[in-house]
T-cell receptor, first 113, second 118 residues
C-alpha cells in the first residue's frame, strides 16, 4: 500500500463548478499537509499548507484535514479555466519536517469554459 | 514567496554526453535541496537530498555515479547526468527547503528541466 493515495483523474468540470480533490494516507504520524499545483511542463507551486486537523481557506481554495479518517481535501470554488492543472497532495511527519515529503500521484483537472 | 530557479529549462543532447542542471534559491538560503524526476503523467520521484557542504543522500535505485549532485553553497545545487542515455530522458525538478513570507517551512520547487537524450 502506498503511503499516500490520490485519484489520478482526469477530472473535467465546467467553469464555475466546485471542485473537490482528495487524498488518503496510511501513516497516522503525518502532521503537515500541503497541496501543490503543477501546470503542464512546469514545476509544482505551493498552493495550501495546513498543520494537523482543520480547515484553511485562501480565496477560492479551502483545504481540509481529517486526521481521524486520514483524509485530506482541497476544494476550489468558482473554478476557472486557469485552474486547469495537476494538483498534488503532499504530507510529512513531524521531526523531519520538509525534508521528508510524501506525494500523491496528482489529479489532473480540466476546467472547461 | 520563496523563489527557486532552474537552468536550463530544456536541453537536448546526444547519447553519451554529460548534462549539468543548476538549481538556485533566489531569495532565501536553502540548507537542503532536493532533486526529483518526473515521467509523463506520473508523480514526483525523489532522487536525492543534498545538504550544503556535504555529500548527497541518494534514494534506493538511484545511481550516485550517474547522477552527480553538488551543493556548493546555500543557494546553488547542481545535478550532472553523466553519460546520458535515452532512458534518462525525463523532467528533472529541484526543490529547496525554506520559509515563505508566511513562515511556512516546506519545499519550494523550481520550474523543471526537460532533458531529451537522442
Amino acid at each position: 500500500q502506498k503511503e499516500v493515495e490520490q485519484d489520478p483523474g482526469p477530472l473535467s468540470v465546467p467553469e464555475g463548478a466546485i471542485v473537490s480533490l482528495n487524498c488518503t494516507y496510511s501513516n497516522s504520524a503525518f502532521q503537515y499537509f500541503m497541496w501543490y499545483r503543477q501546470y503542464s511542463r512546469k514545476g509544482p507551486e505551493l498552493l495550501m499548507y495546513t498543520y494537523s486537523s482543520g480547515n484553511k481557506e485562501d480565496g477560492r481554495f479551502t483545504a481540509q484535514v481529517d486526521k481521524s479518517s486520514k483524509y485530506i481535501s482541497l476544494f476550489i470554488r468558482d473554478s476557472q479555466p486557469s485552474d486547469s492543472a495537476t494538483y498534488l497532495c503532499a504530507m510529512s511527519p513531524p521531526g523531519t519536517g520538509a525534508n521528508n515529503l510524501f506525494f500523491g500521484t496528482g489529479t489532473r483537472l480540466t476546467v472547461i469554459p | 514567496g520563496a523563489v527557486v530557479s532552474q537552468h536550463p529549462s530544456r536541453v537536448i543532447c546526444k547519447s553519451g554526453t554529460s548534462v549539468k542542471i543548476e538549481c538556485r534559491s533566489l531569495d532565501f538560503q536553502a540548507t537542503t535541496m532536493f532533486w526529483y524526476r518526473q515521467f509523463p503523467k506520473q508523480s514526483l520521484m525523489l532522487m536525492a537530498t543534498s545538504n550544503e557542504g556535504s555529500k548527497a543522500t541518494y534514494e534506493q535505485g538511484v545511481e550516485k555515479d550517474k547522477f552527480l549532485i553538488n551543493h556548493a553553497s546555500l543557494t546553488l545545487s547542481t545535478l550532472t547526468v553523466t553519460s546520458a542515455h535515452p532512458e534518462d530522458s525525463s523532467f528533472y525538478i529541484c526543490s529547496a527547503r525554506g520559509y515563505s513570507g508566511r513562515g511556512t517551512d516546506t519545499q519550494y520547487f523550481g520550474p523543471g528541466t526537460r532533458l531529451t537524450v537522442l
